[in-house]
């Protein structure tokens, strides 16, 4: 990794409240290009807020969020930029129920990128095929099961060819049978070199793909680190607490 | 026991069918048994009488009295009464195309033929793509060709003399076409919390227009709008019903709309903004679609309720379906003899309505098909 690239995603002293609660406070992040992060932390941590501040469903309130060389402002061209380079895959899929799987992944390319729709049908079909569900490209949503909408909403989200990739606790609302099936699709996705930022418990993933893991308390990052050391040599008591509890859960 | 398992094709013998259905459903219990059977009496009694007074009593045809005019006495001293279906046969013309001259009456019959054609068109899923609008163009500029006349050697006929279904149908096509698009356009400036004023703007509109009567607006729109405009320029009593009809009914369906876009799911929302979709895409491509599936049940609740109150343009003196029935109703002639035509109106009511409704449910279910959750 050459040192000369400029960081995918900068968030410098990042602060968010909603109303009086201050759910953000002073969290800085640096993300290179090809990094893969996995973020981790109790549930009201302000994981799922910070991850959802990169591509501004949420409005950070103080601070600066630079994502692929443009700052997220009130700006709305800036933030349609960004929109385009960064995907999201969220923890209850979103997909869109009144389209096919196929429309689903083809609709932003061609009305966003413009790509001509034979080129975009074409290119849905590889990433279709890549998630291993080509078979149900002409199927809709509501007809498939959830680790194969998981996948669709992933091939979803590439078809926009991003240059990042977000995931909001993906396998978060999945059977046991199916977080494997998308979580060896993001591994494989992981294999091809994409930035990627991951809100996720699962620890197993981190530690197979993660280049950093970042642990997130009461709206501030408390450590981040490689997953070994994270795992294996915890420095925080709320880590250990954090961790032990997960673990204990497995 | 060794076949526990074995699969049976059927369900036991007298769960099915149509002597177990009304065995179930009908003669449950005893008395469930003497409220069917009560039930029947009753319903078997009055549907004679009616059967009796519609059909079998009826008189089709009254003889013609001295004057040339159709002499109706025997439909007033008949015994046992019966219905006076030669009222519907003498006034059918007039009810249905009120005082549209005589001889150019096939022009509003076309009319009514080609709002129908349209209709059904419309219908189709099939035919939902852009050059609908253009067909819909052209057949409304016809028919305003065929109403008014004044060129290709139609005589020009004034709109105080239109009257009957065409006025109906025109109330109600118009005013739904347009009040259907400004609907959804207010439902979602309502929404839009960013723009503070066109959201004030809306829900200024939506709140003074469901807060008074349409018959009110309707006087407001005849009477005293004309006194606020310039001398001389004064559209026509039509044009302003309609225009107050528009507004009336897109306030109502914009709420409709609106209940549509509030049961949507936030993550649709958020999922297309990170795609990176414009307001129009996402609003025009994921958000309208589904909501309004959503609310196709109210909105064709809606769509009928209106259409049964253009017959409210009657209290400005507009000569629609109902009113020309009561003018009908009114001639000497005929004196006594009412229930028939009411009937008759009621039976073209009810076509339209139960047509209306007959499609919401088809669309529905071929919607819900797609859908299957």
């Given at each position: 990794?050459?040192?000369?690239?400029?960081?995918?995603?900068?968030?410098?002293?990042?602060?968010?409240?909603?109303?009086?609660?201050?759910?953000?406070?002073?969290?800085?992040?640096?993300v290179?290009?090809?990094?893969r992060v996995v973020v981790c932390g109790p549930s009201?941590s302000g994981k799922s807020t910070m991850i959802r501040?990169i591509?501004?469903?949420?409005?950070?309130?103080?601070?600066?969020?630079?994502?692929?060389?443009?700052?997220?402002?009130?700006?709305?061209?800036?933030?349609?930029?960004?929109?385009?380079?960064?995907?999201m895959v969220f923890q209850s899929f979103?997909?869109?129920?009144?389209?096919?799987?196929?429309?689903?992944?083809?609709?932003?390319?061609?009305?966003?990128?413009?790509?001509?729709?034979?080129?975009?049908?074409?290119?849905?079909?590889?990433?279709?095929?890549?998630?291993?569900?080509?078979?149900?490209?002409?199927?809709?949503?509501?007809?498939?099961?959830?680790g194969?909408?998981q996948r669709?909403a992933i091939?979803?989200?590439?078809?926009?060819?991003?240059?990042?990739m977000l995931f909001d606790e993906p396998t978060s609302a999945l059977?046991p049978?199916m977080i494997k099936e998308v979580l060896e699709t993001m591994i494989?996705l992981a294999?091809?070199?994409m930035?990627m930022v991951c809100v996720t418990h699962e620890m197993g993933f981190a530690r197979r793909v993660a280049d950093r893991v970042v642990f997130m308390?009461?709206?501030?990052?408390?450590?981040?680190?490689?997953p070994?050391?994270m795992f294996?040599?915890?420095?925080?008591?709320?880590?250990?607490?954090f961790l032990?509890q997960i673990l204990?859960g497995h | 026991?060794?076949?526990?398992?074995?699969?049976?094709?059927?369900?036991?013998?007298?769960?099915?069918?149509?002597?177990?259905?009304?065995?179930?459903?009908?003669?449950?219990?005893?008395?469930?048994?003497?409220?069917?059977?009560?039930?029947?009496?009753?319903?078997?009694?009055?549907?004679?009488?009616?059967?009796?007074?519609?059909?079998?009593?009826?008189?089709?045809?009254?003889?013609?009295?001295?004057?040339?005019?159709?002499?109706?006495?025997?439909?007033?001293?008949?015994?046992?009464?019966?219905?006076?279906?030669?009222?519907?046969?003498?006034?059918?013309?007039?009810?249905?195309?009120?005082?549209?001259?005589?001889?150019?009456?096939?022009?509003?019959?076309?009319?009514?033929?080609?709002?129908?054609?349209?209709?059904?068109?419309?219908?189709?899923?099939?035919?939902?793509?852009?050059?609908?609008?253009?067909?819909?163009?052209?057949?409304?500029?016809?028919?305003?060709?065929?109403?008014?006349?004044?060129?290709?050697?139609?005589?020009?006929?004034?709109?105080?003399?239109?009257?009957?279904?065409?006025?109906?149908?025109?109330?109600?096509?118009?005013?739904?076409?347009?009040?259907?698009?400004?609907?959804?356009?207010?439902?979602?400036?309502?929404?839009?919390?960013?723009?503070?004023?066109?959201?004030?703007?809306?829900?200024?509109?939506?709140?003074?227009?469901?807060?008074?009567?349409?018959?009110?607006?309707?006087?407001?729109?005849?009477?005293?709008?004309?006194?606020?405009?310039?001398?001389?320029?004064?559209?026509?009593?039509?044009?302003?019903?309609?225009?107050?009809?528009?507004?009336?009914?897109?306030?109502?369906?914009?709420?409709?709309?609106?209940?549509?876009?509030?049961?949507?799911?936030?993550?649709?929302?958020?999922?297309?903004?990170?795609?990176?979709?414009?307001?129009?895409?996402?609003?025009?491509?994921?958000?309208?679609?589904?909501?309004?599936?959503?609310?196709?049940?109210?909105?064709?609740?809606?769509?009928?309720?209106?259409?049964?109150?253009?017959?409210?343009?009657?209290?400005?003196?507009?000569?629609?379906?109902?009113?020309?029935?009561?003018?009908?109703?009114?001639?000497?002639?005929?004196?006594?003899?009412?229930?028939?035509?009411?009937?008759?109106?009621?039976?073209?009511?009810?076509?339209?309505?139960?047509?209306?409704?007959?499609?919401?449910?088809?669309?529905?279910?071929?919607?819900?098909?797609?859908?299957?959750?």
């Amino acid at each position: 990794m050459s040192e000369a690239a400029p960081p995918a995603i900068v968030l410098d002293k990042v602060n968010k409240w909603y109303g009086s609660m201050h759910v953000l406070r002073d969290v800085s992040l640096t993300v290179q290009a090809r990094e893969r992060v996995v973020v981790c932390g109790p549930s009201g941590s302000g994981k799922s807020t910070m991850i959802r501040c990169i591509n501004r469903l949420e409005s950070h309130q103080e601070g600066r969020i630079v994502v692929d060389g443009t700052e997220l402002t009130d700006d709305l061209r800036a933030l349609d930029t960004i929109r385009r380079e960064v995907g999201m895959v969220f923890q209850s899929f979103n997909l869109f129920p009144h389209l096919t799987v196929l429309e689903n992944c083809t609709l932003a390319p061609v009305w966003v990128r413009k790509t001509p729709r034979a080129e975009a049908e074409e290119r849905a079909m590889d990433y279709l095929r890549r998630v291993r569900i080509p078979e149900q490209a002409h199927k809709f949503p509501g007809q498939l099961s959830g680790g194969q909408q998981q996948r669709v909403a992933i091939a979803r989200a590439l078809c926009m060819q991003p240059k990042i990739m977000l995931f909001d606790e993906p396998t978060s609302a999945l059977d046991p049978e199916m977080i494997k099936e998308v979580l060896e699709t993001m591994i494989e996705l992981a294999e091809t070199g994409m930035t990627m930022v991951c809100v996720t418990h699962e620890m197993g993933f981190a530690r197979r793909v993660a280049d950093r893991v970042v642990f997130m308390d009461r709206g501030e990052i408390v450590e981040s680190n490689s997953p070994h050391e994270m795992f294996e040599n915890p420095k925080t008591e709320r880590l250990k607490l954090f961790l032990s509890q997960i673990l204990r859960g497995h | 026991m060794r076949q526990s398992a074995v699969i049976r094709e059927r369900p036991p013998a007298g769960s099915v069918g149509p002597v177990a259905w009304l065995r179930t459903h009908l003669f449950g219990s005893w008395w469930s048994t003497a409220v069917t059977l009560l039930l029947g009496y009753l319903l078997l009694r009055w549907g004679l009488g009616f059967v009796d007074w519609a059909v079998v009593n009826a008189i089709w045809s009254v003889p013609a009295g001295e004057n040339g005019q159709p002499d109706a006495t025997i439909c007033r001293t008949a015994e046992p009464a019966g219905a006076c279906w030669a009222v519907i046969g003498d006034k059918a013309r007039f009810i249905l195309f009120g005082r549209f001259p005589y001889e150019s009456q096939w022009r509003p019959a076309l009319c009514v033929a080609i709002f129908l054609a349209l209709f059904g068109i419309s219908a189709s899923r099939r035919c939902w793509r852009r050059e609908l609008l253009l067909i819909w163009t052209v057949a409304l500029s016809a028919i305003g060709v065929l109403m008014w006349g004044g060129v290709l050697g139609l005589e020009f006929v004034p709109e105080d003399m239109w009257g009957g279904l065409p006025i109906t149908l025109i109330l109600a096509t118009f005013g739904l076409a347009f009040a259907f698009p400004l609907s959804v356009l207010v439902a979602l400036g309502r929404r839009a919390t960013d723009l503070p004023a066109v959201k004030i703007l809306c829900v200024l509109y939506v709140e003074l227009i469901r807060g008074v009567p349409l018959v009110s607006l309707l006087f407001m729109a005849s009477v005293m709008f004309p006194l606020f405009m310039p001398v001389g320029m004064n559209p026509d009593k039509l044009l302003r019903a309609q225009v107050a009809f528009i507004l009336f009914a897109g306030a109502y369906l914009a709420e409709v709309v609106r209940g549509g876009l509030q049961a949507l799911p936030k993550g649709q929302y958020e999922a297309a903004d990170a795609l990176g979709l414009s307001y129009w895409q996402k609003t025009g491509l994921i958000i309208l679609p589904q909501a309004l599936r959503l609310v196709i049940p109210p909105l064709v609740n809606t769509f009928i309720g209106f259409f049964k109150d253009t017959s409210l343009v009657l209290i400005i003196g507009i000569l629609d379906l109902l009113t020309a029935g009561k003018v009908a109703m009114a001639d000497p002639v005929w004196q006594g003899v009412g229930t028939e035509i009411y009937l008759f109106l009621g039976a073209i009511y009810f076509a339209f309505c139960f047509a209306m409704s007959k499609y919401s449910r088809r669309l529905e279910r071929s919607f819900g098909r797609a859908r299957n959750r």
